[in-house]
T-cell receptor, first 112, second 115 residues
Framework: AQSVTQLGSHVSVSEGALVLLRCNYS??????LFWYVQYPNQGLQLLLK??????LVKGINGFEAEFKKSETSFHLTKPSAHMSDAAEYFC??????????FGKGTMLLVSP | DGGITQSPKYLFRKEGQNVTLSCEQN?????MYWYRQDPGQGLRLIYY???????QKGDIAEGYSVSREKKESFPLTVTSAQKNPTAFYLC??????????????FGSGTRLTVV
């Protein structure tokens, strides 16, 4: 079964610094991969997705992620953090039965 | 505007009681899903439905029940058999067979607390 692992339950950065959130997947076939963001007491919002084609995927709010098959990774990055980026981020993959499997989440903390 | 509406936003339940969480969508999506979210555990799939009058158990279905009588609606009942029901519950939907292509649209969640 497909699965994703997010390294680090919490990541702290300063405003203006690079954001790097890590996600590794386990899949025997080319996966579909997603990053979602969740603000407190709200639902999840899609940031970006990889299905096929270009391995560097650009999303909303300046985020991007690169699919690296050789490393089974799909890390999320943003060149310069903003205070409004503070939230919880989830990596997800298609489970092969039209459902998504989510990682345990990474809380991004941004300090001024 | 199209979207998913979950109600209520906050719900309190006494031990031993059943309670039903509402999820309605006007996106014309065939597939609907219920996830449970606990701190540090991510989202875990409870039930999902790909089509009206059909649904499947997810990873943690014990103590929960669902129905899918209408395309727009997918209510979740948390029964007294669920031993630890306090959690944040998220409903989602997608066009049938395309969750891998497009992902999900999520509701804003219901926070259930057992008192």
């Amino acid at each position: 079964a497909q699965s994703v692992t997010q390294l680090g339950s919490h990541v702290s950065v300063s405003e203006g610094a690079l954001v790097l959130l890590r996600c590794n997947y386990s899949s025997s076939v080319p996966p579909y991969l997603f990053w979602y963001v969740q603000y407190p007491n709200q639902g999840l919002q899609l940031l970006l997705k990889y299905t096929t084609g270009a391995t560097l995927v650009k999303g909303i709010n300046g985020f991007e992620a690169e699919f690296k098959k050789s490393e089974t990774s799909f890390h999320l990055t943003k060149p310069s953090a903003h205070m409004s980026d503070a939230a919880e981020y989830f990596c997800a993959t298609d489970s092969g039965n039209s459902t998504l499997t989510f990682g345990k989440g990474t809380m991004l903390l941004v300090s001024p | 505007d199209g979207g998913i509406t979950q109600s209520p936003k906050y719900l309190f339940r006494k031990e031993g009681q059943n309670v039903t969480l509402s999820c309605e969508q006007n996106l014309n999506h065939d597939a609907m899903y219920w996830y449970r979210q606990d701190p540090g555990q991510g989202l875990r799939l409870i039930y999902y439905s790909q089509i009206v009058n059909d649904f499947q158990k997810g990873d943690i279905a014990e103590g929960y029940s669902v129905s899918r009588e209408k395309k727009e609606s997918f209510p979740l009942t948390v029964t007294s058999a669920q031993k630890n029901p306090t959690a944040f519950y998220l409903c989602a939907s997608s066009a049938r067979g395309s969750s891998g292509d497009y992902g999900y649209t999520f509701g804003s969640g219901t926070r259930l607390t057992v008192v």
